[in-house]
């Protein structure tokens, strides 16, 4: 840190995490089946994701009830607090003491077949077209009720300039 502050007087210290690595896909504001990724040496990076073949994922993951729900509530809720709509994924470490880190939040994640989305919703039986069109569907409904809110606001009717919104 010594070395950092003497390139510039702003320094961002993050904790390193070791620990096993997992991703949830929020469909809707509910918790898809959490994933875990297990990436060789832990290092999940670009080329290990869509080069390689060393990249394995348990879907579900053999995460006892407890901590299941735990962490499937907190990304629930997280998912709500930034007022995500439709679908994303949510990526988090356990800490070697069993409590879990939320990384970052992916709202517009892949939804090809190899994408983490589409695995989360397969392992409830649900086809790849299924959560997109329900998360598609929550973001129009979204939209149209802030349209709605705004036109409230602003007394105008409904044009086709506004309505081009949806």
Known sequence: ???AATRDQAVLVEEYIRGREFTVAVLDGKALP???IRAPEGDY???NKYFGDAVSYDCP???NDAETASL???CEQYFKAIGARGWS???A????DGSFVLLEINTSPGMTPHSLVPMAARAVGMVLWRPLRKGLIACRNGLIAKKTLAQKRMH???TKENSDLC
């Open 45 to 47: 990076d670009f080329n």
């Open 156 to 158: 105008i009717h409904d």
């Open 72 to 74: 499937s509530a907190t």
């Open 89 to 91: 994924r949510i990526d």
């Open 34 to 36: 959490i994933i875990e």
């Open 93 to 96: 470490m356990q800490r070697p």
């Open 1 to 3: 840190m010594a070395e």
């Open 61 to 63: 993951t053999k995460l």
